[in-house]
């Protein structure tokens, strides 16, 4: 890698992150083929299954409009979290906010 000369000379040492390669990404692997990641690298070795894909795929298809922005205020995902973490949207007094007074 070339040296950008604005960074510092320790920065430009840093290696880039790199995982182990699988060869075709595409390919179906062998058993006796995979290589395994870290699961500290948040990889897996193993493909969704095709199934899987499709279904997602179809659902993609279906329920985003990719030519939209995304709501400013999304309220039905903020109440899909709410019932999710069983919290209520509305902070309680035990709840401190930004604005709330401090207590001292």
Do not use: C, W
Not at 1 to 16: K, Y
Not at 82 to 101: C, G, I, K, Q, R
Request: net charge negative; glycine share 2%; aromatic share 8%.
């Amino acid at each position: 890698m070339t040296p950008l000369p604005f960074l510092r000379p320790d920065l430009n040492q840093f290696v880039s992150y790199t995982t182990s390669a699988l060869g075709d990404a595409h390919a179906p692997a062998s058993v006796s083929e995979i290589q395994y990641d870290q699961l500290d690298a948040n990889e897996s070795p193993y493909d969704l299954p095709a199934e899987l894909k499709q279904k997602l795929a179809g659902q993609l298809e279906q329920d985003i409009r990719f030519n939209r922005y995304p709501l400013m205020q999304p309220q039905a995902l903020r109440e899909a979290i709410a019932d999710y973490v069983n919290e209520t949207l509305t902070p309680t007094p035990a709840a401190p906010t930004p604005a709330s007074p401090n207590p001292r």
